[in-house]
């Protein structure tokens, strides 16, 4: 299979060269996932604005599902980012686990968004009438559901990105699962 390297800013184009900048200054780097999307000359300015589009979702409720989208999509590198992403805003090691299991015992309303994006990742976005029934006695939404599915979404082309490049992992590794429940 063919290789793939993070290409570095002085080998991309000028608005991603300004992209890399204000990430930069963000995010005191250039994470290698969104380096590679500017292996082409749109991908990377049109992927962070779908990302960063306002939602109805909370920050919390948005790193449950790119966690449990990232397990169910075996992201390595998700699993990584997100696992210090979802740390940031104020999750546990045991909750991240938990959601990467596909479940959050410690919040009812967080547990049945977290088991909707399982089972709709899972099913290739075959929903399950008894998930999506619990999803709005939960108190979610029609905003909620299409924001979710958004959120799904995203997750998954950066996981096929990864899945396909390969490229390093710049996060200190999720521990798997396994490990984490033996």
């Known amino acids: 299979m063919k290789t793939f390297e993070v290409p570095a800013r002085e080998n991309v184009s000028a608005a991603n060269q300004q992209l ?6 963000k995010l005191g780097k250039v994470p290698n996932l969104y380096a590679t999307f500017a292996l082409s000359e749109n991908a990377l300015g049109s992927y962070l604005a779908f990302s960063n589009a306002k939602s109805s979702l909370k920050a919390k409720e948005k790193e449950a599902v790119n966690l449990v989208v990232s397990q169910v999509n075996e992201c390595d ?8 992403i979802a740390k940031l805003n104020g999750f546990t090691d045991e909750q991240v686990l938990s959601i990467r299991r596909g479940e959050a015992p410690f919040d009812a309303k967080l547990d049945a968004l ?16 008894a998930l999506v029934d619990n999803f709005f006695a939960a108190g979610y939404t029609n905003e909620n559901l299409v924001d979710a599915i958004l959120v799904i979404g995203d997750k998954t082309i950066t996981n096929l990105l990864y899945g396909v490049t390969q490229i390093p992992v710049d996060f200190s590794p999720a521990p798997s699962l396994a490990t984490a429940t033996a």
């Open 20 to 25: 890399f900048d204000n990430l930069t200054k």
């Open 77 to 84: 590198y998700c699993l990584s980012a997100h696992t210090v």
């Open 114 to 129: 977290v088991k909707l994006a399982k089972s709709l990742t899972e099913n290739r976005g075959k929903a399950d009438a």
